[in-house]
């Protein structure tokens, strides 16, 4: 069984920053990578960042990249998201995700995560 915690979330100008944590709690893990998928009204389920928790390899959307920084915990399963320089066009739900495998450059699909957490919403007012 996997759970998760995450925090974070809130209300931000654009312009300024936030942190977004995500810990995963389970008794066989066997999880190689970690990220975030953001929900905005209306459109599918994005992806944002994600991170090869052996190697730290890290892959971000190229709308987030240069403002978003992911990281992690080797091989503990805690990440955190840093989003600097946010815009509006970044809000939404951030939801947390857990692979059991790494595609490299491809683990950016919906269908590569098999464990989620619940989300954490993030505003960006203009």
């Known amino acids: 069984q996997v759970q998760f915690v995450e925090s974070g979330g809130g209300l931000v100008h654009a312009g300024g920053s936030l942190t977004l944590n995500c810990t995963i709690q389970?008794?066989?893990?066997?999880?190689?990578?970690m990220g975030w998928f953001r929900e905005a009204p209306g459109k599918d389920r994005e992806f944002v960042a994600a991170?090869?928790?052996?190697?730290?390899?890290?892959l971000y959307a190229d709308s987030v990249k240069g403002r978003f920084t992911i990281s992690a915990i080797t091989m503990r399963y805690v990440a955190w998201l840093q989003m600097h320089n946010v815009k509006p066009e970044d809000t939404g739900i951030y939801v947390c995700?857990?692979?059991?495998?790494?595609?490299?450059?491809?683990?950016?699909?919906?269908?590569?995560?098999?464990?989620w957490g619940q989300g954490t919403q993030v505003t960006v007012s203009s």
């Open positions: 991170i090869n928790l052996a190697s730290s390899i890290a």
């Open positions: 995700a857990a692979g059991r495998y790494w595609r490299g450059d491809w683990t950016t699909e919906v269908s590569d995560y098999h464990y």
């Open positions: 389970a008794q066989t893990p066997n999880i190689w990578v």
